[in-house]
């Protein structure tokens, strides 16, 4: 098994053997499309929404935890009432890119001429 061990060009310390063939991504002379930059806006505004809708369920189920029996918020119906009202105001802060998630997402995914947050 060590029989096939090849030595590594001390140059490039990242590169396997037999590997000169692809070009890294990096160096890709094309930009990402409209289409692609679109589609990672609105798959990071997703994941920013779902972020904050995860944070308000935790608030939420902590009030009820500690709410006395008697307390409204421990009612079913109310339950889920305020479940679809959290999702829906963190779909309205995730649009408006309040907590800065989808932008600090952006910021790593997409190349710096095309990673425009505001």
């Known amino acids: 098994m ?5 030595s590594i060009d001390p140059g490039k310390p990242d590169q396997a053997p037999g590997d000169d063939k692809v070009a890294p991504a990096a160096s890709s002379p094309a930009a990402p499309d409209k289409a692609l930059v679109a589609k990672a806006t609105k ?3 997703e994941f920013e929404s779902f972020f904050i809708s ?3 369920h935790q608030m939420r189920e902590s009030t009820r935890t500690i709410a006395p029996d008697d307390s409204p918020t421990k009612d079913k119906v109310n339950q889920d009432m305020t479940d679809m009202v959290d999702n ?3 779909g309205n802060m995730a649009h408006q890119r309040a907590f800065g998630v989808a932008d600090a997402i952006l910021r ?3 190349p710096a001429p095309l990673n425009k947050t505001s």
């Not at 060590?2 to 090849?6: E, G, V």
């Open 2 to 6: 060590l029989n096939n061990i090849q």
């Open 43 to 45: 798959a990071a505004i």
């Open 54 to 56: 995860h944070m308000l």
């Open 88 to 90: 829906m105001l963190a």
């Open 108 to 110: 790593q995914i997409l």
